[in-house]
């Protein structure tokens, strides 16, 4: 059986990235793409990698086309969907957020970090929190819920957390890490991180060749880092922007409680395999092996990389993934796939471009 399915801000880096991944799904048929600013454009008109491939054509985001659809998925910027997705789901159409609008448990948090009125609240605690591998039993409620006839609501994590958070999560939940201390969060992301709008740091001429931290103590993903460590107040978080297109790598420096004075790197990677066992997307590398953004890039997969520095009592956690995959597109039609009672990996690339 085919579900019909939309994408609101297709023509965007993360959305057109949804458009490339259900063109190619078995079991979802794409059948309204939107953007305003390319309303009545061909999609291979915008993107020629779509040539031959679909005739898919623009609309606006009011197009009702999308009330039509089994799911809808939302590739907005932050307060867009909170105009959109009630109403999508009073029309019985399943809802799967890529933007940040129902993403914190708390609304007041929301409002201080994003500087902005929460419109609807009440649906924050209906909502499953799209991170498959930390939150399956969220995932799983809302699967029961969708097969019993309700439209539901995912609010997949972002690129930031999602990378940082499967890095650190286990050490957290296993009761590694010391109860004070801060959580250091150094992550570099590709420019598609930022977006398809263009901004002076965005710009070829300052993104080329050049390294360099932006928003220090300020960005927008900490809260959400710290509501899935549950590390409220602790995490410093440092984003850098690379001269690439897609990849991101996040290192989380995690102080060890005293009875984990102990770990070894060795024991760190056994207990995060059992961690992650069944999870196909997060693969935990040896001891001694580091990730890096070539090697997931294209895919839907987290690779992770522990050390365990003895002498300053730390664990050093590293993750990388795909910022426009795992962190965004990838992850959102996982979540569906879980919600619409499929195997989470259909139609997902599981193997990086190797070159």
Known sequence: MAYTAGVVGAAGYAGVELVRLLLAHPDFELRAITSNADAGQALASVYPAFAG???LVFTAHDDPALSACDVVFLAVPHTAALAVAPQLLASGVTVVDLSADYRLDDPAVYERWYGVAHTSPELIAERAFGLPELFAEDLARLSARHAAGNAVLVACAGCFP????LAAAPAMRLGWVADEGPVV????????????????????CSADE????????????????EQILGASGRVVFTPHLA????G?????????????????????????RDAYAGRSFVRVLDAGQTPKTASVVGSNACQIGLAVNAEAGALIAIGAIDNLCKG???QAVQCANIVFGLDERRGLPQVALPI
Request: net charge positive; with cysteine; hydrophobic share 35%.
């Open 248 to 272: 991101l790598l996040s290192t989380v420096t995690l102080p060890l409680a005293p009875g984990a004075r102990g770990l070894t790197a060795e024991d760190a990677v056994a207990c995060y």
């Open 162 to 165: 999602t990378a940082t958070s």
């Open 328 to 330: 965004a597109a990838g």
């Open 53 to 55: 491939v679909s005739d």
């Open 243 to 246: 001269p690439l297109r897609r």
């Open 210 to 225: 050049n390294l360099e931290a932006y928003n220090v103590c300020r960005h927008r993903h900490t809260p959400e880092i």
């Open 185 to 204: 969060v150094d992550a570099i992301s590709g420019v598609t991180g930022a977006g398809k709008t263009p901004s002076a740091r965005t710009h070829f």
